[in-house]
Structures are given as C-alpha cells and as structure tokens.
C-alpha cells in the first residue's frame, strides 16, 4: 500500500508575488525588489501619523532626536517581525494567520498570540481613527474632534470588514500584499509632497495653506504616472508592467520621483513669482 504522498512546500509570498508582480520565471534582482516595495509600503504608512503627533512635543525638540527616535522605532518593529517570519517560514508554510496557531505554536501559546495580535490591532485601529479624524477636520468639515473619530472609525470599519471578507475568500497573502503594494503607490509620492514642501515651499502670505492646492495636484499627478507600472494580479495592470512585467516593483518610485520633482518646481515659481511681486523688492532703475 502506497504511503502518504508528502506535502510539498509551496511557494513563499515573497516568491509569489514576485512571480506574478514581476513576471514567472523572474531573477532575484525582481524578487528583492518587490519584497523592497512590500517592506517599504508597510514602514512608510506609518509616516503619515507624525504630523498628527509631533504637534504635541515641545517646540524645543532636537530634530536629530525626532529623526532617531522615528527611524530606530520603524527598524526595530520591522526587523523583529520579519525575523520571526523567516524563522517560522523554516518549521513549516504559514498560508493564514491561523496556520500560525495551528502548525506552529502549542495550543495555549497559540490562545495567548491571538489575543495579543488583537490586542494590538485595537491599539493600532486607535492610531488610524485619530489620524483620519485630523484628516477629515483639515479638509474643511466642520464637527467636534470626537463626532469626526466615530464617523472615520464607522466608515473605516465598515471599508475594513468588506475588504477583510474579500480576502478571506481567496489567497489571503496575495491579497493582503497587493494592499501593501496599493498602499505604497499611493503613499510614496505623498510623502515625497510633504518633503518638498517642509523644506522648499514659501509661507503663505496669509498664514493659511490651502487645503487642496499645489500639492494635492502633484499627488494626483505621481498616481497617474505610476499606473502603467502598476502590476497587481486580479485587481490591475497597467500596459507598461502587462508588456514588461520587471517593472512592476518600480511603480511606487515613479511616483514618488514624478510628485517630488513637479511639486519641487511648482514651489520655486511660486517662490520666484512672490519674491517679484513682493512690495520689498526694489523697484527698477529706470535708464
């Protein structure tokens, strides 16, 4: 009588995805650079809740402490976990989250992760509600601070429980990184917007930025420059990655690189503009 046929390893997500964002059969250099992508998608959402906290630290703070603090804080919460990852990625395929409970831990250790892990996303849910809470009342909506935490919290609950459902009903992995992968097309050339504009915008002239000027504009415009390279099996492809699936990892770039440099040049002329129109500026000389 035949034994047991043995169960073969499948693929890891990284191996997935990478074969599928940056085509089958594709190198190394492709593979590590959709594991970048992944990795930096995942560091650099968290980026957008400095604004929201660094308001309540004195104004003497150093900023090299800021810088060290935020950046040692990013590179231990991701090599840490990352290290577990691979450490458990050799006992045995982790394909969901209860695999890991299942597979891997003792029963009663495996109880007490769970509870941790959601421990930890009520913690981290918290995060997101006061951030989109900032986010709604800047826009312009007038309503107290907590009547704008329970609207986002109600709608990001409810944005989260359907798209949590979809995953469930396919590959979780390949759907939890095409929304990191979603994430980093859409966060990289915000950031690149907020830096450009922290360290080369002018003040305004009246005190008040406006809410959707030049800088909403060049986000938009890094989006748009980075669909044809976007490649996300199942949900979208853009004709550039469909034809040369190698540069599907890069889309995130692109935009990052097209917001940046536009918004850089749109700040100078408007910098260029104000300083002649200041009443300042020396009049000419006539002949």
């Known amino acids: 009588m035949a034994g047991p046929t043995p169960r073969t390893r499948p693929p890891d997500a990284t191996e997935r995805l990478g074969g599928r964002v940056a085509g089958e059969g594709a190198g190394e250099v492709e593979v590590d650079a959709v594991a970048g992508a992944v990795q930096a998608a995942r560091s650099l959402s968290f980026s957008s809740y400095a604004a ?110 359907a798209i949590g459902w979809a995953a469930g009903q396919g590959d979780y992995w390949e759907s939890f990184q095409n929304f990191l992968i979603l994430l980093g097309n ?12 922290h360290y080369s915008a002018p003040a305004p002239s009246d005190g008040e930025t406006p809410r959707f000027g030049a800088g909403f504009a060049t986000w938009l415009l890094g989006i748009a420059a980075a669909i044809p390279f976007m490649s996300q099996p199942g949900v979208f492809t853009g004709p550039l990655a469909d034809h040369h699936p190698s540069l599907g990892p890069y889309a995130a770039a692109v935009a990052f690189t097209t917001a940046g440099l536009t918004h850089l040049l749109l700040t100078r002329t408007t910098r260029t503009r104000r300083h002649l129109n200041s009443p300042t500026n020396p009049e000419e000389i006539p002949a």
Do not use: K
């Open 52 to 161: 929201d906290y660094t308001r309540y630290l004195p104004r003497d703070t150093p900023p090299g402490r800021l810088v060290r603090n935020a950046f040692g804080g990013a590179l231990l919460g991701s090599v840490w976990i990352a290290s577990l990852g691979a450490a458990i990625g050799t006992l045995t395929f982790v394909g969901t989250p209860t695999d890991l409970v299942n597979n891997v831990l003792p029963p009663a250790l495996g109880a007490l992760t769970m509870l941790a892990l959601g421990i930890s996303t009520i913690t981290s849910s918290c995060l997101d509600c006061y951030s989109g809470a900032m986010a709604w009342l800047v826009v312009g909506v007038r309503m107290a601070r907590w009547q704008a935490v329970l609207v986002v919290g109600t709608i990001g609950s409810a944005i989260g429980s």
């Open 186 to 197: 859409w966060i990289a050339p915000w950031i690149a917007v907020m830096l450009v504009h």
